[in-house]
Every structure is written in C-alpha cells, then in structure tokens.
C-alpha cells in the first residue's frame, strides 16, 4: 500500500512531486547520505526543494513500527506549524507497505530563502555571535519556540544548533526533527533537560554566561533564577559531562 500526498499549491511540480516513484526517481545535489536516508536538493523554477528519502526504518521490528521515521519528520514539523513556530513549508509527503513493513518514504520540504543554521555561524565565528542585539534577538526567539515546545509537552530531542536556520532579520526557524515526541511526568522532565542541555553544548562556547542566564529566563519568563531553576541549570550543564 502506497499513500502519497501532493500539496494543492505545488500541483503544477506534479511531473516531478507527483508519487513516490517519481519522487524516487530524482536526481539532485546529495546533502546527506547514511544507509537508511538521503537529503538530496533540487531546484525548480529558481526555488530549491529538499527531498528527504527513507529506504529503510531499521531492522527487525522497527520495521513494522506504527510510525516510521519519515512519518514522524513530516508530522512534528507540522506540529511546529500548528504551533506557530517557523519551520519548513511540507511541499509533498508519504509511504510505503507491504504487509504492514514499511518499504520506502519520502518529504519534501520548500528551501527557507537566505539562511544559516547557527552552528555553521559558530565554526565560521560569525561577527553576529558578537553582536548583543543579534544575540538578544535570537535568544529571544529560540527560547519562545523551546518554551512552546515543551509546553505542548513535546520534546525535539536533537535541538542542537544545526537544526535552528537564522535569516537576515534575523529570524529563527526549527527544522528537522525525526526523533520528537510526547512525553509526561519524569520522561518530560529528563527530555526537557536534554533538549537544553543540546542547546547548551555550543552555546557555553559561544555566549557570555549573563547571555546565557538570560536564554534560560526568557525560556521560563521570569525575572530572577529560583533555587528550583538554579538545580535545574546544575543538571543541564553536566548533561553531557564525560561525553563530549
């Protein structure tokens, strides 16, 4: 069983979006490749499209989860959409079974015009990293959107600096999210850490810890640290202690 889904504004792509197999069958700049996905990039009428590619969901069971990967890609970021957070316009989605396996499935996702994700700022050691209003700006931003996430009590679960795209504005955006998910109790509360503690891991390089202490009171929306936030901070900040 094959389900595929073409956005209504993309219908004149057809040619090339229309079904999976066509979708497969293209050819373009490959961005990533490993042996269950691929990210290739093709342009079409001077916009550029990246096209996300599942051959496989893992051996075993995995195979047979009720939601593969691709599934989740597609899903979460409509879940940002939904929540308002900038992310990647959804162009075309779907899948392949057999006999409940999954076989194939693809995204296609429309380019975000102009931008850089933040860690290739940090590895170039961009000069806005040094400009406190840009930094104020975007942590304004990441914070509200991390904030948002976790509200809906949702966690990314690789929200590293890769995966947030800035344009000029500048503005942020959250992309690429096969691994989000749901949580509750003590699972959310451990997750929550670990999508800070991921942010964290550049941002101690990159920013003053004032900038840093005031990511993370924008993120609470409050004015002074508690001793419950204080232990908190203690815990995202040896998240990663011993395996970086």
């Known amino acids: 069983m094959s389900q595929w889904r073409l956005h209504a504004d993309y219908q004149h792509l057809a040619a ?12 373009g700049e490959r961005i990533t490749h490993d042996s269950e996905s691929e990210l290739i ?28 990967r691709i599934k989740a890609e597609w899903q979460n970021l409509q879940h940002f ?10 162009v075309a989605r779907g899948m392949q079974r057999k006999a409940c396996a999954f076989v194939r499935g693809a995204m296609i996702t429309r380019e975000i015009p102009e931008t850089r994700d933040l860690s ?6 961009d000069a806005c990293l040094q400009d406190a209003g840009w930094v104020r700006q975007v942590s304004f931003q990441v914070a509200d959107f991390t904030r948002v996430l976790h509200q809906h ?26 691994t989000g998910g749901f ?11 670990k999508d800070l503690a991921c942010l964290d891991k550049v941002a ?8 840093g202490v005031r990511f993370y009171l924008l993120y609470v929306q409050q004015q002074r640290l508690t001793v419950a936030d204080k232990k908190r901070i203690g815990k995202i900040i040896r998240f990663f202690a011993g395996r970086e």
């Open 204 to 211: 101690k390089y990159q920013l003053s810890r004032s900038q």
């Open 81 to 90: 959409a939904d929540w308002g957070i900038p992310t990647a316009s959804i």
């Open 120 to 125: 290739d700022l940090a590895l170039e050691k």
């Open 153 to 178: 009590r949702f966690v990314h679960n690789d929200l590293k600096w890769r995966n947030i795209l800035i344009d000029r504005q500048p503005k942020a955006f959250l992309i690429d999210c096969p």
């Open 16 to 27: 090339d979006f229309g079904s999976l197999d066509l979708v497969f069958a293209l050819e």
């Open 41 to 68: 990039r093709i342009v079409r009428d001077g916009v550029s499209y990246y096209v996300k590619r599942y051959r496989s969901n893992g051996k075993g069971l995995r195979a047979y989860l009720p939601r593969p």
């Open 183 to 193: 949580w509750w109790g003590p699972f959310l509360q451990y997750r929550i850490v």
